[in-house]
């Protein structure tokens, strides 16, 4: 039986820093993992200047790394060329990304935007999702991988400040109209066309371990069970009282399951049965259970409603797109922006929106 991974395992040491980072990126943009931010440095060692911040060579080599890392891990078992290939492609555009991300951050300050209480819940989030007691707990993990805590919170915070402003500057100024959306649906029908599925819940007992008279046992209780909920108690109830199964705290949920995604043995089972049908004990290698159809849902094209708020989202996205383009370009124009020779800028060379000479330099 294969049952639906309800929950993420929770990343550990470095895993979980780049986990949040993820979260707090600003999805047009590259993961706010490198923040140009002012600070001392011999012009040597600085790549751009955005106005008063910087952006230093050492801020670069670590979004270098970063988009090695993705690419990598995006590519798992990709020849190395493979993957240089897609880590040049991203590359090309660092540099940009790492400019726009320092101008929407320096207008969300200018505009008094403050997300403290965000940070504090996020800092938690992450707490939480790493099985530590306390933020110190948490602290002494990013310090233990080598990166200052200040530091560590302020990629963060600024993740946050992107999202927020391009929240009230760009992304609120998008509007999508019914009609967009039922144009979408009818021009891709196919997106939305499911196989025939069945929702099941579940509960089991094992038999490891058994000797034969303790394994019949366990195959009478089952049956006893089963003829409980016949008789009206609750299905979920008795799975959480009762199922030894992984499923047993969410009431035996196992998910939705297509042709194929199941044993051949269960899966002959179920298919043949309707909504809110209770299965007979069905022997597994582990022990005994029973299975409830919670719905049988039939093959075909999802109505709109179901599907509308997807629909949204795609729609949203692709208007996004331009429309930041154009904000990250009026940024640029009331901007100070240089860059040092041997560093591309791809902003500018694309002509999406090219400064004054007195502004930028290639």
């Known amino acids: 039986m294969k049952n639906r991974d309800h929950t993420s395992a929770a990343p550990s040491g470095l895993s979980f820093i780049f986990?949040?980072?993820?979260?707090?990126?600003?999805?047009?943009?590259?993961?706010?993992?490198?923040?140009?931010q002012a600070k001392a440095a011999a012009d040597a060692d600085i790549v751009a200047r955005v106005n008063n911040d910087v952006i230093t060579l050492s801020d670069y080599q670590k979004g270098?790394?970063?988009?090695?890392?993705?690419?990598?891990?995006?590519?798992?078992?990709?020849?190395?060329?493979?993957?240089?290939?897609?880590?040049?492609e991203q590359q090309k555009d660092l540099l940009r990304g790492m400019i726009d991300q320092s101008l929407i951050v320096q207008r969300a300050k200018e505009m008094g935007i403050n997300v403290e209480s965000d940070l504090t819940k996020r800092l938690d989030e992450v707490r939480q999702q790493n099985g530590l007691a306390t933020l110190d707990d948490l602290k002494k993990g990013v310090e233990a991988s080598g990166l200052s805590w200040e530091d560590y919170k302020?990629?963060?915070r600024n993740g946050l400040l992107q999202k927020e402003l391009v929240r009230r500057e760009v992304s609120s100024q998008v509007d999508i109209s019914t009609d967009e959306v039922k144009q979408y649906y009818d021009a891709h029908q196919q997106e939305f066309t499911l196989p025939e599925r069945v929702v099941l819940s579940e509960i089991s007992l094992s038999t490891d371990g058994k000797n034969p008279e303790e394994f019949a046992a366990v195959r009478s209780k089952v049956e006893g069970l089963r003829t409980s909920?016949?008789?009206g108690d609750d299905f979920g109830q008795v799975a959480q009282q009762y199922s030894q199964g992984s499923t047993a705290k969410e009431g035996g949920d196992l998910g939705t399951f297509k042709k194929?995604?199941?044993?051949?043995?269960i899966e002959a089972v179920v298919f043949q049965m309707s909504k809110g049908q209770i299965s007979d004990v069905i022997q597994?290698?582990?022990?005994?259970?029973?299975?409830?159809?919670?719905?049988?849902?039939?093959?075909?094209?999802?109505?709109?409603?179901?599907v509308e708020?997807?629909?949204?989202?795609?729609?949203?996205?692709?208007?996004?797109?331009?429309?930041?383009?154009?904000?990250?370009?009026?940024?640029?124009?009331?901007?100070?922006i240089t860059v040092k020779p041997g560093y591309r800028d791809s902003a500018l060379l694309s002509g999406a929106n090219v400064a004054s000479a007195d502004k930028s330099h290639p």
């Open 260 to 265: 194929g995604d199941l044993s051949p043995q």
């Open 309 to 336: 708020p997807d629909i949204r989202n795609t729609i949203h996205a692709q208007k996004m797109q331009p429309r930041l383009r154009d904000y990250l370009a009026e940024l640029r124009e009331q901007s100070y």
């Open 64 to 88: 270098e790394q970063q988009l090695r890392d993705e690419a990598t891990h995006d590519c798992q078992g990709c020849p190395p060329e493979q993957i240089d290939a897609k880590f040049k």
């Open 284 to 306: 597994t290698r582990s022990g005994f259970e029973i299975l409830k159809v919670e719905d049988h849902l039939p093959a075909g094209v999802q109505p709109l409603e179901k």
């Open 154 to 156: 302020t990629t963060i």
């Open 19 to 36: 986990t949040l980072m993820v979260l707090t990126s600003l999805v047009p943009l590259l993961p706010a993992s490198v923040g140009a």
């Open 229 to 231: 909920v016949l008789n």
